[in-house]
Nanobody, 128 residues
Framework: QVQLVESGGGLVQAGGSMRLSCAAS????????MGWFRQAPGKEREFVAA????????YYADSAKGRFTISRDNTKNTVYLQMNSLKSEDTAVYYC?????????????????????WGQGTQVTVSS
């Protein structure tokens, strides 16, 4: 059974930090990029960050650059999103997803259609 399970969400004050985790099971993890997306009420799902199958510095939406850091541990089949300097506009449900493209290193990870497996999401609420 394929599962991507996010955890670490909750309520935080503006300016605070939060670390999300996404544990994968039932699917091949190490050969695929992983991404984080978010969806705020009344808005479309948007790309936040992605990391290539081999790791590296990650790819970020402009809204996340300088504040968020994505990382992965292939030995634990887990991807993380460290979020610092949180703002009220970061409030959303955060989803992790696995890219469909095996060993892809082309650098384009922003499209949700490239991802075939999604978690159920975790709520992040930033109070101002």
């Amino acid at each position: 059974q394929v599962q991507l399970v996010e955890s670490g969400g909750g309520l935080v004050q503006a300016g605070g930090s939060m670390r999300l985790s996404c544990a994968a099971s039932g699917l091949t993890f190490g050969f695929y990029a992983m991404g984080w997306f978010r969806q705020a009420p009344g808005k479309e799902r948007e790309f936040v960050a992605a990391i290539g199958w081999s790791g590296g510095s990650g790819y970020y939406a402009d809204s996340a650059k300088g504040r968020f850091t994505i990382s992965r541990d292939n030995t634990k089949n887990t991807v993380y999103l460290q979020m610092n300097s949180l703002k009220s506009e970061d409030t959303a449900v955060y989803y992790c997803a696995r890219d469909n493209r095996r060993l892809y290193g082309g650098g384009w990870y922003q499209s949700a259609s490239s991802y075939g497996y999604w978690g159920q999401g975790t709520q992040v609420t930033v109070s101002s």
